[in-house]
């Protein structure tokens, strides 16, 4: 009997614990999520009624939206050229002997450890010495820099030796070395290379820092919505939180369906 109640105690005692994991993570978000239909002007207790009108403002500003489609460009863009280098990175260490690639590997994954700040801070200055103009491209080339070290060792840890055998056979058969790339290699790898665009996608969508200091008329949505945070806040930036909320949940959501459940 003590040991039957010794199990159900544990048991309760776990799901406690996940109870107060999951409120410690996601109250904030709740909280977020609830005051954007607040029927007031602004967005704390109490709650005066439910009301779709922030958003209907939100999605109505123009300058909102383009910093939307703005921020969507740069994900995309800057994640798919990220994807590529790191998966030809990978690919090069991983199958040839290189002097010195453990330290290549370590470079390469370097920048994950360094703050946004001091990358921003440096690609700033190169960007001034090199008299490039600040743009969505220059934030675009910030977030390779941050999203490349992830796809090279999400790319580089799925990388086995049936793989290998594979690219030696089409080898063996006559392939040029950019189909056994583009036929072989990346078709077996699709589900890491699907998971590191994803997840890049995700990081550069909602990144601020880089994105403030390299860009200057043309901003994206955080960029954007600090602005707004600066004239005070309201329930219409809740109303913006709440939509970008939900499409990193949605980006994860599709990755975990589509990505993840399909490599089990």
């Excluded at 994807?83 to 370097?110: E, K």
């Excluded at 103009?133 to 490349?148: C, E, F, P, Q």
């Excluded at 699709?190 to 998971?195: D, G, I, S, V």
Aim: glycine share 6%.
């Amino acid at each position: 009997m003590a040991a039957v109640g010794s199990g159900v105690a544990m048991r309760a005692l776990s799901w406690a614990y996940l109870a107060v994991a999951y409120a410690f993570v996601f109250l904030p978000v709740v909280v977020l999520v609830a005051f954007s239909f607040q029927d007031g002007r602004l967005p704390v207790p109490p709650f005066q009624g439910f009301t779709l009108r922030w958003y209907g403002r939100v999605l109505g500003e123009r300058d909102l939206m383009e910093a939307l489609v703005n921020s969507a460009l740069v994900a995309a863009i800057s994640s798919l050229f990220a994807l590529i280098l790191g998966f030809l990175a990978a690919h090069a260490l991983a199958r040839v002997r290189l002097p010195g690639s453990v330290l290549m590997r370590g470079v390469l994954i370097a920048p994950m450890t360094v703050s946004y700040l001091i990358i921003a801070l440096g690609l700033l200055t190169l960007f001034n010495q090199a008299g490039v103009r600040l743009s969505l491209w220059t934030a675009g080339v910030g977030h390779v820099v941050i999203n490349l070290p992830l796809c090279f060792a999400i790319t580089y840890a799925a990388m086995g030796d049936h793989q290998k055998n594979a690219e030696r056979a089409a080898r063996d058969l006559g392939a040029p070395e950019w189909k056994v790339l583009l036929l072989v290699s990346a078709p077996m790898l699709a589900a890491p290379l699907a998971a590191a665009f994803f997840l890049s996608v995700t990081f550069s969508w909602d990144e601020f820092i880089i994105a403030f200091l390299l860009t200057r008329f043309d901003v994206t949505l955080p960029v954007e919505i600090w602005s707004m945070l600066r004239s005070g806040i309201s329930p219409a930036t809740n109303a913006v939180g709440s939509l970008v909320f939900l499409v990193s949940v949605t980006l994860v959501v599709l990755l975990e369906v589509f990505v993840f459940r399909r490599a089990k």
